[in-house]
């Protein structure tokens, strides 16, 4: 079958699952069955695969079908422009995260600067890990309850060169780590209220850690624990970074300024909602 048929036939399928970047995401499976580049792809509609590529092909587009997400069909997903692998373990990285990494930036603008920091809840390291690509004088610790996203973490650091830099530690948030003092904590903690889960987006929902989800009642438990436990971990002035969900920012602002945070700043995501947040220390 030609690469223009077999994009044809994905395409449709796709849509009739309710898949509704289904003309992209055929074309990344294919690209990604064949190892060809997309430009290959477009400018050779009348190529011919071999049968073994295509069934290779169609068999990922009927597990995006299933409504798979992209990512766990490829086992790799573009976060800041590196490549992170990952699994149903772990959160995919997300556009939305990478305000997250444009607040830092904003706050630590010196990057030759040798910081240490740490990452509440690591999954994919992708946070962690684009820091430490950033910063290169830099050192980290992330923890995280799982065992399957610390080993996720461990090949991505390994895969990006970073991982004479990254100490990975088991952690249920700050109860495993002693004596530590650092610049700044980092963390995109499980936000969804506990009631939202169920509505979530089937890519979601049936393949994503509901560990890694569910932020309790109102979303807000783990900001709380967060609140609490941090300011023993940051140097005087040190600094907080977190990730929010949807009208979050209010809450968020409240429970860390009764914990002696100061709120500096925000940065919105792709849309405009207020995505990140940064408090600082007061000593």
Same mark, same amino acid.
Request: hydrophobic residues 40%; aromatic residues 10%.
């Given at each position: ?10 395409k449709?399928?796709?849509e009739?699952?309710?898949?509704s970047?289904?003309?992209l ?25 071999e049968?073994?590529l ?8 009927k ?7 992209v ?5 790799k997903?573009?976060?800041f422009?590196?490549?992170?692998l990952?699994?149903?373990d772990?959160?995919d ?5 990478e305000?997250?990494?444009e ?13 240490k920091?740490?990452?509440?809840g ?5 946070l ?28 991505n650091s ?18 495993d ?11 995109n ?6 009631k939202?889960?169920?509505?979530? $987006? !089937? ?9 890694? *989800?569910? %932020?309790?009642?109102?979303? &807000?438990? /783990? ?5 609490k436990?941090?300011?023993?971990f940051?140097i005087?002035n ?5 990730e ?5 920012k ?7 300024? $009764? !914990? ?9 995501? *792709?849309? %405009?909602?207020s995505?990140? &947040?940064? /408090?600082?220390?007061?000593?």
């Amino acid at each position: 079958m030609k690469i223009s048929d077999l994009l044809a036939q994905a395409k449709n399928q796709l849509e009739n699952s309710g898949v509704s970047s289904s003309k992209l995401d055929s074309l990344v499976l294919l690209t990604h069955a064949l190892s060809v580049s997309k430009e290959y792809v477009i400018f050779n509609p009348d190529f011919e695969p071999e049968q073994y590529l295509e069934e290779k092909f169609l068999a990922m587009i009927k597990r995006r079908a299933n409504r798979e997400p992209v990512s766990h069909i490829i086992g790799k997903r573009e976060f800041f422009g590196y490549d992170f692998l990952v699994t149903h373990d772990t959160l995919d990285p997300r556009p939305d995260s990478e305000s997250l990494i444009e607040l830092v930036l904003k706050k630590n603008q010196q990057k030759n600067d040798a910081l240490k920091f740490l990452e509440i809840g690591t999954g994919t390291g992708c946070l962690t890990i684009t820091l430490l690509l950033l910063y290169k004088n830099s050192s980290a610790i992330a923890v995280d309850i799982s065992d399957k996203a610390l080993q996720i973490c461990s090949k991505n650091s390994i895969k990006n060169q970073v991982d004479d830099r990254l100490q990975l530690i088991k952690s249920d948030l700050f109860s495993d780590l002693k004596n530590q003092k650092f610049d700044f904590i980092i963390s995109n903690p499980p936000y969804i209220p506990s009631k939202d889960i169920a509505g979530l $987006q !089937e890519e979601v929902r049936n393949f994503e850690p509901l560990l890694a *989800l569910d %932020g309790g009642e109102d979303g &807000l438990d /783990f900001y709380r624990a967060i609140a609490k436990s941090s300011n023993e971990f940051l140097i005087k002035n040190g600094r907080i970074f977190l990730e929010i969900g949807f009208d979050q920012k209010d809450d968020v602002v409240k429970i860390f300024t $009764q !914990e002696k945070f100061t709120f500096e700043d925000f940065q919105p995501d *792709l849309a %405009g909602i207020s995505r990140a &947040l940064v /408090f600082k220390k007061i000593d």
